[in-house]
C-alpha cells in the first residue's frame, strides 16, 4: 500500500466519501426544510426564486442547530470555494450561492463536487503541495492543508448531515 502524501489523501477522501454518499442516498425534501429547532440555521427562498442560506459570515460561539438543506448548501458553497480557489479562480461569495432547492438538486450537486474532487487529487503532484491557497483561510497556507481540511470538513458535514437526519426520521417516535 502507497504511504506517500497524496495516496494517503485519496485514501481519506475515499472514506469519507463513503460516509457522506451513505447520507446523500437517504434524503428527501421534508427531511432537507425540517427544522430540528425554531432558531435553526436553513434555506429561504428569497424574491428572486433562489435558495438563500441563513448566513452571518462569522461562526457564533453556540449556532443554532441547522437544517440538512442549510448544511447542504454549506458543502456546495465551502467545496466549489476550494476547487475554485486550486484552480486559481476567485471563490464565490456565501450569500451569493444558492441551495439547488430540493434533495435531488443538493445530491446531485454534492455528486458533481465529489467527482471534480477526485480528479483534482487524481492529477494532483507532489511538487504542487506547497503552493499557496489563500482559501478557506484568509493568509495563503500551503495546498496540501486544503486538500486535507476537505476530507476533515467533508466528514465534519456528512456527519451532521446524518444526525440531523437520524432526528427527522425518529422525531415521531
Known amino acids: 500500500m502507497d504511504t506517500d502524501r497524496l495516496s494517503l489523501l485519496k485514501w481519506q477522501f475515499s472514506v469519507a466519501w463513503r460516509l457522506t454518499d451513505l447520507h446523500l442516498t437517504r434524503l428527501t425534501d421534508a427531511a ?40 447542504s448548501w454549506h458543502v456546495i458553497w465551502w467545496w466549489s470555494g476550494t476547487l475554485a480557489a486550486v484552480a486559481g479562480d476567485t471563490p464565490q461569495e456565501a450569500r451569493s450561492v444558492a441551495w439547488p432547492g430540493d434533495a435531488h438538486g443538493a445530491q446531485s450537486g454534492i455528486r458533481s463536487l465529489s467527482q471534480s474532487w477526485s480528479r483534482l487529487l487524481d492529477s494532483a503532484e507532489e511538487t504542487e503541495l506547497s503552493r499557496p491557497v489563500s482559501f478557506p483561510w484568509p493568509e495563503p497556507r500551503p495546498l496540501i492543508y ?23 426520521v425518529h422525531r415521531a417516535k
Open 146 to 168: 486544503a486538500l486535507f481540511w476537505v476530507n476533515l470538513e467533508l466528514t465534519k458535514n456528512a456527519a451532521e448531515i446524518g444526525e440531523v437526519m437520524n432526528m427527522f
Open 32 to 71: 432537507c426544510l425540517w427544522k430540528p429547532s425554531e432558531d435553526s440555521w436553513t434555506v429561504r427562498m428569497d424574491d428572486k426564486g433562489a435558495w438563500r442560506a441563513d448566513w452571518t459570515g462569522e461562526d457564533p460561539e453556540s449556532p443554532a442547530p441547522p437544517t440538512i438543506a442549510w448544511l
